[in-house]
């Protein structure tokens, strides 16, 4: 994903390390499209059903949170790609970047 600069702090009511990115492949559709912008807020913590950036195991990824006490899921909202599976007992490189609070949607 590209990192972009926005003054986004007078647009919203977010944290002062928020940032946006490009949203990249179709994982996210049909609501978040290739070239739309997303921003980003770290300070916020992800709760289930939240749209949330995450680093697993050396990559970064845009899905949809769910979590329970044995596992997380990264779901993509196009039905094409299968959800990602962590299980809490075994070790991962994996953490949460921040919380999707807002899109910007590229323009034809």
Not at 81 to 97: A, G, L, N, S
Request: charged share 30%; aromatic share 6%.
């Amino acid at each position: 994903m590209e990192s972009l600069k926005i003054e986004t702090e007078e647009m919203l009511k977010v944290g002062p390390n928020t940032f946006a990115l490009r949203v990249e492949g179709d994982s996210m559709s049909p609501r978040f499209l290739e070239g739309d912008i997303i921003i980003v807020d770290p300070s916020l913590a992800c709760e289930n059903g939240d749209f949330c950036i995450a680093w697993l195991n050396g990559e970064v990824t845009f899905k949809k949170l769910r979590k329970n006490e044995k596992e997380i899921r990264l779901i993509p909202l196009n039905e094409k790609y299968p959800e990602i599976v962590i299980h809490m007992d075994k070790p991962v490189d994996f953490r949460i970047i921040g919380k999707v609070v807002d899109m910007i949607p590229k323009l034809q």
